[in-house]
């Protein structure tokens, strides 16, 4: 029998739980909002013991993909919390460990890009890649991936969202929202960013509006950064902002004009469109890449 996970999707926003083993074969799900840590992860655990009754089975692992920032490094004595998040309640919150300790499984935790980038890794669009990101345009803006076939970790994990960028602030005046850096490329160009510089929500903004030109330099300055620093074999861009389809040939035009033909290989070159692209997992890309966690733990 196929080994049974349990996948939680915890955003900043709602959480996302569910169980499963893998792309075709997700069992139950459930979503609520993401409220205090107490309240949050009991709503969760309580999800899992009852899906092992109803299914008759005990989870083998569970994986958690988590919004930061976080402890992504087992060994360290805050291996599994939340940590300097501005979200009110969950600073210092051990998520994993709660988890852990309730359940009694391995219990897999990353970043949400991080696990999002297993997830594409192993079932999406970057299948039988060793060097890869994937980048979140939402909320926030997060980068994870995989450098030589391992999850990209160090210090503490990457924090591609809070870049800084040369800009031109008589083109774009907007101070930047971050509430650590301002005009970071988070601060700049996430969803809220759009909403607070347009006045409307991102959505809404129509494709000839030129806050799109503006949002594809900015996420162009990003990438052709990123591709410099780790010189990825793809680069995938999700995120509500993302959703915009007529985004990712600005964002790829923007990345080549600022590569200006340096970086030699043919997938920049000749096949941007299969370079930089959206997710394949689409909306499953969280539990999914949670499942992938808990495959990793054990
Ligand atoms: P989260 O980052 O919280 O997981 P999303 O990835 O859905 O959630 O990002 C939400 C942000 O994306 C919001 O700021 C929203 O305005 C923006 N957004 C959602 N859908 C679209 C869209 N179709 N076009 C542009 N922006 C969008
Ligand atoms: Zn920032």
Known sequence: MFPLYG???????????????????IRAEVRFPTTS??????????????QQKLLNRPLTA???????????????????????TPKPGWQNADLAGEVRRALKLPVGFDTDVNGAALAEGRWGAAQGLDTF??????????????????LMHGLVHPEMGHIRLPRDRQA?????????????????????????????????????????????????????????????QRIILGGGVMSQPHLFPLV?????????????????LEKIDEYIVPPALGARAGVLGAFALAKAAL
């Open 133 to 150: 990101l994937y980048l979140t345009i939402g909320t926030g803006i997060g980068g994870g991936g995989m450098v030589g076939g391992k």
């Open 252 to 268: 790829r035009a923007e990345t080549l004009r600022l590569l200006n033909g340096y970086v030699r290989s043919p997938q920049i």
């Open 37 to 50: 840590p107490a309240e949050t992860i009991k709503k969760a655990v309580a999800f899992f013991e009852e």
């Open 7 to 25: 996948g939680i999707e915890a955003g900043g926003t709602k959480f996302v739980c569910a169980v499963g083993t893998g792309p075709d074969d």
């Open 172 to 232: 774009d005046p907007f101070e930047g929202f971050c509430l650590y850096h301002g005009d970071c490329l988070e601060g700049l160009a996430s969803g809220p960013a759009l909403e607070k510089r347009w006045g409307v929500k991102a959505e809404t903004l129509p494709p000839e509006h030129p806050a799109w030109a503006l949002e594809a330099l900015y996420l162009g300055l990003a990438l052709s950064d990123f591709i410099c620093t780790l010189s990825p």
């Open 62 to 84: 569970l994986g958690i993909a988590a919004f930061g920032p976080l402890d992504p490094n087992r060994g360290s004595p805050t291996f599994g919390f939340i940590t300097s």
